[in-house]
């Protein structure tokens, strides 16, 4: 979401989360992972000072649209010194919120939603695509969801994307660098960790 609207107010639903999940790029052992929650995780050191921590986390937590790959948003600000955030399309991140279901997920759509961030018809539209990737049952509670927006206008704010860090612009997105296969199978509910993804590079969920 901040990736998308980076210079944009957000609103203190939208803000309650102080923990970032980073997918890093190489990293079929999950070391760096480990690395990341060691050094910038929860209640370290980072986390005392900057009010917020980074769980490091492997492809394999994220329940997501089939074509989320072609959605996401890069994130390269001047000072990053040519390292890419890549960020999760708006859209995306509130159909695996909305897949999710915890309360916490339901007042960040909800935010996202009504703040324009995101249009609720497609992440209707995305939950649709998913019945490959996603139980059933989590995806009916959350097409049940969603359906409390049917009425709202589809109306989004444009996006302020940053990627003033790139001289040449960002590259194209390769998914299979942070260890996403991109397979129809149905994908775990669990298991954090372990996965693929250069320290030059991360994936945000």
């Known amino acids: 979401?901040?990736?998308?609207?980076?210079?944009?107010?957000?609103?203190?639903?939208i803000m309650l989360s102080a923990?970032?999940?980073?997918?890093?790029?190489?990293?079929?052992?999950?070391?760096?992972?480990?690395?990341?929650?060691?050094?910038?995780?929860?209640?370290s050191e980072f986390?005392?000072?900057?009010?917020?921590?980074?769980?490091?986390?492997?492809?394999a937590t994220a329940l997501l649209p089939p074509s989320w790959h072609n959605r996401v948003i890069p994130f390269a600000p001047?000072?990053?010194?040519?390292?890419?955030?890549?960020?999760?399309?708006?859209?995306?991140?509130?159909?695996?919120?909305?897949?999710?279901?915890r309360t916490k997920d339901h007042e960040f759509i909800d935010a996202a939603i009504r703040s324009r961030l995101a249009e609720a018809n497609a992440v209707r539209v995305a939950l649709d695509t998913m019945t490959n990737t996603t139980h059933p049952q989590q995806l009916n509670?959350?097409?049940?969801?969603?359906?409390?927006?049917?009425?709202?206008?589809?109306?989004t704010l444009d996006m302020s994307i940053d990627t003033s860090g790139?001289?040449?612009?960002?590259?194209?997105?390769?998914p299979s660098l942070f260890g996403f296969s991109l397979t129809t199978e149905r994908a775990p509910l669990t298991n954090r960790h372990r996965r693929p993804p250069e320290p030059d590079s991360g994936l945000s969920l």
């Open 47 to 59: 986390h005392a000072t900057f009010g917020f921590d980074v769980d490091g986390v492997e492809a």
């Open 78 to 101: 001047t000072d990053a010194n040519g390292v890419i955030g890549w960020c999760l399309h708006p859209t995306d991140l509130l159909a695996s919120k909305a897949v999710a279901n």
């Open 166 to 174: 790139l001289r040449d612009g960002a590259p194209a997105f390769d």
């Open 141 to 155: 509670q959350a097409q049940r969801f969603m359906q409390r927006y049917r009425n709202l206008d589809n109306n």
């Open 19 to 43: 923990e970032a999940d980073l997918v890093p790029a190489h990293d079929p052992t999950g070391e760096k992972a480990d690395l990341l929650d060691g050094r910038i995780g929860e209640l």
């Open 1 to 13: 979401m901040f990736g998308a609207f980076q210079d944009r107010f957000m609103g203190e639903r």
